[in-house]
């Protein structure tokens, strides 16, 4: 007998039984279904959380950050230089492992006004054009400043959606979204032009809540207007977005020379970085590219440590570790519900032989041996199976839609191929051992006895 | 050389530590184109002769040798193509698959011999048409009467062209116009040259076949055949 016919008799057999086939295929349905639409619920997670590692630069990206000079080198602090233009310039030539590298020099406690409105940013910072790039910003509405608004130290500024709201009115209370293209503001004495806006940065469930909520009705105003207070929905595990909201950049010559000049030597405003941004090529190479790095700037900052780099490894590797836990304990539970289901369908194999006695004494007395008999109850206790894994890859975009029905606001769940591969494996896997102990059962059957059982 | 070969065939069965004797020191030689009937009460043993004689059971002592092949020793795998390729079974109560329409069921042995669809087709339809049955192969079983089951089930036992056909009770199952119908087809059979073994009870049914052996006990009690007696109907 050869495979096809077996696969054929075993769908005739499922099909003569529908009602308890389909039955049978429901535990593996629901395993399936379960296991997907779980690895697709940690997914979504997945990519929930690492949403804000992306937000700020990515696991590429690794600071330099000014670290007291080492105790045994406390005799040199006069020479320390610190992180200057020069480290930039040096980095940019000698270290190819790096790709970017973009300066940073920041004031604190700035207030920014406009027509009796004022706005502290708590990001204003002086750099380059490749800041964009570095942070992971996008310019919405008009431009990044150049690299001849930087030369040229022009007064001109892209600010974050967060210092528009605060300046010009936010959406929320104006009604419309004003774009302050052009407009003028004043930062500490000075005039800005406005020559850019970022888009608003939102974690993907504000994004939903918000959409959500533009299609209720507004709830009825009763007594005064006041403040509700805080612990709203509005604050929470988006401090990453709302500080990338805060951001107002200007050119890094227009920090030097305008905001620098009451500090320094020589007549020269002072021209210490306040940080310094990297990002490497390739992130394999990470410790390779923090060496070169760090042998590059040990000649520029004269053999002394002043420096320190501070790279997102661990938050990397704590998503990593509780994606790796959920996916452990889903898939756990999973397997369990699948193995079931496959207990299941070895209980219908056992069941559906003994009904089948007399059919299995005819095929052995017309010639069918034990192998023939075996692969026939194996076939049907596989095919039961693999129907059960397709019914329920189909099933499991129903149950990712009931779960985002149910709440909208969390991370899309993702089916994945991964997911569906394993799934399908793993239920093709079941059959093979649900089928393995009724197909013995029944190859090693008597015929005489088979023929004579009523 | 015979067909079939049996020599001091016997065959024990232990039931609650008392030793059972169903078949005690049997020979018997077949020869091709014979049409034998093994008669016997219940109980005698015949079934179990017919069992060993069908490859379906192996004897516990003695020799069997079937188309010059040794089988009491053979491998189950071994058995199982012997059963297929060389011999062909009739039982009592039909034995055809309920699930299986007319066709399948007389295609059901050469599914087993690997032969294609084609030609499964091609013969099943031919092993019908000799038992004037090919207009009912796509009826299901239950469609049909006893006696129609019974032509399915010879057509089954004819398809892959056996070198012996057993039949156990072939009629046991019938009311007596059926089953005289049923007898003519393998007289019939029998005349086109091919080897029949009938299991009966019945005395008036195995003084059809030219040789009748009668089992007692477990032992050949009476060997009646005509060719040697001179009486040789035709």
């Known amino acids: 007998m050869n495979f096809f016919n077996a696969i054929a008799i075993g769908f005739k057999e499922i099909w003569a039984h529908k009602f308890r086939s389909l039955l049978t295929m429901l535990g593996i349905i629901l395993g399936v279904a379960s296991l997907v639409a779980m690895s697709a619920l940690i997914k979504g997670m997945e990519n929930g959380m690492r949403e804000a590692l992306v937000a700020i630069g990515g696991l590429e990206k690794i600071r330099l950050e000014d670290q007291d000079i080492p105790v045994y080198q406390q005799h040199l602090a006069d020479q320390a230089v610190g992180t200057t233009i020069a480290d930039v310039y040096a980095l940019e030539k000698s270290a190819p492992l790096i790709r970017l590298v973009t300066p940073e020099m920041r004031v604190r406690d700035v207030t920014i006004t406009r027509a009796g409105k004022s706005f502290n940013s708590w990001n204003f910072t002086g750099t380059w054009p490749g800041a964009l790039e570095m942070n992971e910003h996008v310019v919405e509405h008009g431009r990044m400043f150049n690299e001849i608004d930087d030369e040229s130290a022009r007064n001109v500024c892209v600010i974050g959606t967060a210092a528009r709201d605060a300046l010009f009115g936010s959406p929320d209370e104006v009604g419309r979204e004003i774009i302050p293209i052009g407009e003028h503001i004043n930062i500490k004495g000075q005039i800005f032009t406005v020559i850019g806006m970022f888009k608003h940065y939102e974690s993907e469930q504000d994004a939903k809540r918000r959409e959500l909520e533009k299609n209720k009705p507004k709830e009825e105003a009763t007594g005064p207007a006041r403040s509700r207070g805080w612990g709203g929905s509005r604050r929470g595990s988006s401090g990453i977005f709302y500080y990338k909201n805060n951001t107002v950049y200007i050119p890094l010559n227009t920090m030097w020379i305008k905001f620098r000049s009451a500090t320094g030597l020589n007549n020269l405003p002072d021209q210490r970085l306040s940080s310094l941004s990297m990002k490497i090529r390739d992130i394999s190479q990470l410790e390779p590219a923090l060496q070169q790095a760090k042998n590059v700037l040990m000649i520029t900052h004269r053999g002394i440590e002043d420096f320190s780099f501070q790279t997102q490894e661990n938050w990397a590797d704590q998503i990593n570790s509780s994606i790796r836990n959920a996916r452990l304990s889903g898939g756990f539970i999973s397997a369990i519900s699948l193995l079931v289901g496959g207990i299941g369908i070895m209980n219908i194999m056992l069941a559906s032989i003994t009904e089948r006695i007399r059919e299995i004494g005819i095929r052995k007395a017309v010639g069918a041996t034990f192998s023939d008999v075996f692969i026939q109850i194996l076939v049907e206790s596989v095919v039961i199976a693999l129907i059960g894994a397709v019914a329920g890859l189909m099933a499991s975009y129903g149950i990712v839609r009931i779960l985002v029905m149910i709440s909208p606001t969390e991370n899309s769940p993702m089916i994945t191929v991964d997911a569906m591969a394993i799934a399908f494996a793993f239920s093709a896997g079941v059959g093979v051992m649900a089928g393995l102990f009724p197909a013995l059962k029944a190859a090693k059957l008597d015929p005489i006895q088979a023929l004579r059982y009523e | ?234």
């Open chain 2, 1 to 234: 050389m015979s067909l079939v070969e049996l020599r001091n065939v016997s065959k024990l069965y232990h039931l609650g530590g008392e030793e059972i004797r169903a078949l005690d020191d049997i020979s018997l030689d077949i020869e091709s184109g014979e049409f034998i009937s093994i008669i016997g009460p219940s109980g005698s043993g015949k079934s179990t002769l017919m069992h060993i004689l069908g490859c379906l059971d192996s004897p516990t002592r003695g020799s069997i040798q079937l188309d010059g092949t040794m089988i009491q020793n053979a491998s189950q795998r071994q058995l199982a193509a012997i059963r297929n390729q060389k011999i062909g079974f009739v039982f009592q109560f039909f034995n055809l698959l309920p699930k299986l329409n007319v066709l399948q069921n007389v295609e059901l042995p050469m599914i087993y011999s690997g032969k294609n669809a084609r030609e499964r087709r091609d013969r099943a339809m031919a092993a019908l048409k000799l038992v004037d049955l090919e207009n009912r192969m796509k009826h299901r079983p239950f469609q049909l009467s006893g006696g129609q089951q019974q032509r399915v089930a010879i057509a089954r036992a004819l398809v892959n062209s056996p070198k012996i056909i057993f039949a156990d009770e072939p009629t046991g199952n019938l009311d007596s116009h059926t089953g005289e119908a049923i007898l003519e087809l393998f007289s019939t059979l029998s005349q086109e040259g091919r080897t029949i073994a009938l299991v009966t009870h019945d005395p008036e049914i195995a003084a059809r076949t030219p040789r009748r052996i009668e089992i007692r006990d477990g032992k050949i009690a009476i060997h009646v055949d005509m060719k040697l007696a001179g009486l040789e109907r035709k």
